[in-house]
């Protein structure tokens, strides 16, 4: 699948089981779909991919602050003629956010990551997290994660 195919069946999921067909218009009436799938199987699997995008599963790095976040990474060798290139990778991270209620689906697919960093949880997942941070704060979509203030003290020497 595409990566592009990928964000769209994540529409279902973030849909409570309907699939939403894609446009690039905006429409004053909310999309209907098709669907898939029971709303419960849909909150089931966006609670899956929480878990996939939490400490412990594939994508911790996806996490941004303030915004609960779900998703899944992926990496594949990349095709070279009729075989798979032994050192050259794609790493994606699909995902949603916020998840209980998602308002936006984001891909990230990186084509040959450098740096030795080739797993879509490491090299996809952190450019997804800064894409829906910058993307929900611009939609002006509030937080619904606590975010703890961080204090930075910095002693100055005075001189009279």
Known sequence: ASLFQMAHSYTSFAHDGRLIPLTILRSPEPAVGVPVFSAENARAVRKMLQMAAAPGGTGPLAQTVGYSVGGKSGTA??????????????????????????????????????????????????VFSEVVQQTLRTMNVAPDLAVKPLVVTQSVDESF
């Open 77 to 126: 060798h990349k095709q070279v003629g009729r075989g798979y290139a032994s050192n050259k990778y794609r790493a994606w991270f699909t995902g949603m956010a916020p998840i209980d209620k998602p308002r936006i689906i984001v891909g990230v697919m990186i084509d040959e990551p450098s740096d030795g960093v080739y797993f879509g949880g490491l090299a996809a997942a952190p």
